[in-house]
T-cell receptor, first 115, second 111 residues
Framework: EAQVTQNPRYLITVTGKKLTVTCSQNMNHEYMSWYRQDPGLGLRQIYYSMNVEVTDKGDVPEGYKVSRKEKRNFPLILESPSPNQTSLYFC??????????????FGPGTRLTVL | GEDVEQSLFLSVREGDSSVINCTYTDSSSTYLYWYKQEPGAGLQLLTYIFSNMDMKQDQRLTVLLNKKDKHLSLRIADTQTGDSAIYFCAERYSSASKIIFGSGTRLSIRP
């Protein structure tokens, strides 16, 4: 089954404790992206990757890192989480940059709480 | 800068039509999208329209695009309880890498 998986689905952590949210897709997609969803703000792009070893900042990259060492994986790293990073995070992938028929497939989301 | 705006809530009676509206600012947008998010799930692409089209119909869904006013709408005919969800409007920015999402409209269905 074609899918995007994220782990963990739920995470409660404390300020300053490094964490990684994994994202994996089995569709051989070039393009992958991370979003955060906050009430009243919709989805905001954190980082995206056009292909292996190619990553770039989205609209809200501060406090986050990503890597793209393999095509299928695109982990999101919070080196020193802070309470304002409490949010619902989505990973997405597509065969292109998500235009037209290049539909973006979304993962199920990771709900992160930073105390 | 680019921006996509939607109202946050819409309530309709079961069986009526729902119309969700969206405005955007980037006149160079190439594609405009409607995504559906059900509770506890990720976003699912419902439909999209290319910017040189005025209308697209797909079963119960009708998308209307007014490029002059930069206004996009999604009409759901014969709204059912299964249509309860958050609906996101999104535009593909002129650079290939970016899609801008609206804040989402929560659609609730009354019996």
């Amino acid at each position: 089954e074609a899918q995007v998986t994220q782990n963990p689905r739920y995470l409660i952590t404390v300020t300053g404790k490094k964490l990684t949210v994994t994202c994996s897709q089995n569709m051989n997609h070039e393009y992958m992206s991370w979003y955060r969803q906050d009430p009243g703000l919709g989805l905001r792009q954190i980082y995206y990757s056009m292909n292996v070893e190619v990553t770039d900042k989205g609209d809200v990259p501060e406090g986050y890192k990503v890597s793209r060492k393999e095509k299928r994986n695109f982990p999101l790293i919070l080196e020193s989480p802070s309470p304002n990073q409490t949010s619902l995070y989505f990973c997405a992938s597509s065969s292109g940059a998500g235009g037209g028929n290049n539909e973006q497939f979304f993962g199920p989301g990771t709900r992160l709480t930073v105390l | 800068g680019e921006d996509v705006e939607q109202s946050l809530f819409l309530s309709v009676r079961e069986g009526d039509s729902s119309v969700i509206n969206c405005t955007y600012t980037d006149s160079s947008s190439t594609y405009l999208y409607w995504y559906k998010q059900e509770p506890g799930a990720g976003l699912q692409l419902l439909t999209y329209i290319f910017s040189n089209m005025d209308m697209k119909q797909d079963q119960r869904l009708t998308v209307l695009l007014n490029k002059k006013d930069k206004h996009l709408s999604l009409r759901i005919a014969d709204t059912q309880t299964g249509d309860s969800a958050i609906y996101f409007c999104a535009e593909r920015y002129s650079s290939a890498s970016k899609i801008i999402f609206g804040s989402g409209t929560r659609l609730s269905i009354r019996p």
